[in-house]
């Protein structure tokens, strides 16, 4: 302590080495020497070298941001429209022998061709159907008669699955339209007796038909077909 100073209790002078004062002889508290203060750093400035203007340091890689993503379902895939017989060709005559040949309703859909194989015990079965129908609706004789011929014309198919007809029959058979090359309509002669014709030229083979209304079924096909039938 200095000399200047003086006890805090009764004012007394006391000496720089007193630890009572001589006067009251109350102990003299030391007054701690404030620490000395510490160095004051400058802080290092940042210099950014030039041409990097992200501030990113030469030589770490750039972290990119992220990217949120989010799964989306895939879209289902639009349903196909059901197979429908489109029209029938009747009473399509195929040759297998010298005197033997088969008799087909030739169904026609969107996406193939059916031949449907009609046996003698079929188209008699068909024929008194069409009798009965004919009789229950009190028609007269011709238009028994005019039932019967509607027989032949294959519409019995027309609202019925084309799976169904293919499968009607072991003989039953079916071309796909995109198997077509070409079909041909002839148009038969009657001096020569020559009939109207069908023949159909796929990738594989070509299959000749006798048919009976040449104009008609060039028509039907065209529908499906297009360009392909000549």
């Known amino acids: 302590m200095s ?3 003086t006890c805090p209790s009764c004012g007394a002078s006391l000496s720089s080495d007193a630890r009572f004062c001589s006067s009251c002889g109350k102990p003299v508290a030391a007054t701690p020497a404030a620490p000395p203060p510490l160095p004051q750093t400058q802080p290092i400035p940042v210099v950014r070298p030039t041409g990097n203007p992200s501030g990113v340091p030469v030589g770490i890689p750039a972290v990119p941001p992220a990217v949120t993503t989010f799964a989306t379902s895939p879209t289902p895939p639009a349903p196909q429209p059901a197979e429908q017989v489109v029209s029938v ?20 859909t969107g996406k193939r061709l059916i031949f449907a194989l009609q046996t003698k015990e079929m188209q008699m079965n068909d024929v008194n159907q069409a009798r009965q129908e004919a009789k229950q609706q009190g028609k007269n004789f011709f238009g028994q008669i ?26 039953n058979f079916s071309i796909d339209l995109g198997q077509v090359v070409k079909v041909s309509v002839f148009h038969g002669d009657s001096e020569d007796n020559t009939p109207d014709s069908l023949e159909i030229k796929t990738s594989t083979e070509k299959m000749k038909f006798t048919i009976s209304n040449a104009y008609a079924v060039e028509k039907q096909l065209k529908q499906v077909l297009g360009s392909k039938v000549k």
């Open 89 to 108: 060709v009747g009473m399509v005559t195929r040759k297998t022998g010298l005197f033997s040949s088969e008799l087909y309703h030739m169904v026609i």
């Open 146 to 171: 005019g039932a019967q011929m509607s027989t032949r014309t294959g519409e019995k198919y027309i609202r019925v699955a084309p799976d169904s007809i293919l499968s009607e029959n072991l003989k």
């Open 3 to 5: 000399p200047s100073e």
